[in-house]
Structures are given as structure tokens and as C-alpha cells.
Nanobody, 125 residues
Framework: QVQLVESGGGLVQAGGSLRLSCEVS????????IGWFRQAPGKEREFVAA????????YYEDSVKGRFTISRDNAKNTVFLQMNSLKPEDAAVYYC??????????????????WGQGTQVTVSS
């Protein structure tokens, strides 16, 4: 069993930055890939970024490349999502999730077994 707790959401003006945190506990984390997803009102949950715990390979959705950075801190068992140059369309509830530590299907909801409760990100224009 893996538990994930997100934090760091809030209200920011367009062009601003936020850093989300996902504290992970449970089984050996090197066996997992951690992903960030987001869901805006009336829309489906979509992939944002992912990192493989064992080798730090990272993956990004095209619209966030160059603006968002995913990273991890082994000592704190925490994954971060640094979000810069935020746009109103980035506003959503952001979720972190844990899935198998493999490259294929990193952007699919169904390939993640454990989910956090979400943290709200609001971007004002």
C-alpha cells in the first residue's frame, strides 16, 4: 500500500509560480513511478508530468514542457512539481499518483494504482 499527500496549491496570478509537493509513504518507492495529473471543472483528468523513482527519468505533457519541472527528494520521500509561468488554463485540482515503475503508459490514469486527495490550483488572469 502507498499513501500520497499533496500540498502547495493556492491562488496565483497569471505568470506566477507555485510548487506542489507530494509526500509518499508505504512500500519501497524505487518500485514506483509518480505522476501528476490535473482535472479542471467539466473536464477529464489529464496527465501533467511523471518521474520514475529508480532512475529519475521524467515525462511531461506538451503544454507544460519548459514551464513545469518534476523532481524528487529521496530523503523526504517527496515529489515536487515546480510550476512557472502559470496560465489561467493551468487552473485545476492537481493529483499525484503512484504506479508501476515502467516507461510505457506513463500518461494514462489506468496505469496508476494509488492516488492522493488533490490540491487546488487557481490562476487569476
Amino acid at each position: 500500500q502507498v499513501q500520497l499527500v499533496e500540498s502547495g496549491g493556492g491562488l496565483v496570478q497569471a505568470g506566477g509560480s507555485l510548487r506542489l509537493s507530494c509526500e509518499v509513504s508505504g512500500r519501497t518507492l524505487s518500485s514506483y513511478r509518480i505522476g501528476w495529473f490535473r482535472q479542471a471543472p467539466g473536464k477529464e483528468r489529464e496527465f501533467v508530468a511523471a518521474i520514475r523513482w529508480s532512475n529519475r527519468y521524467t515525462y511531461y505533457e506538451d503544454s507544460v514542457k519548459g514551464r513545469f519541472t518534476i523532481s524528487r527528494d529521496n530523503a523526504k520521500n517527496t515529489v515536487f512539481l515546480q510550476m512557472n509561468s502559470l496560465k489561467p488554463e493551468d487552473a485545476a485540482v492537481y493529483y499525484c499518483a503512484a504506479g508501476g515503475n515502467f516507461a510505457m503508459g506513463y500518461n494514462l490514469n489506468r496505469n496508476y494504482d494509488y492516488w492522493g486527495q488533490g490540491t487546488q490550483v487557481t490562476v487569476s488572469s
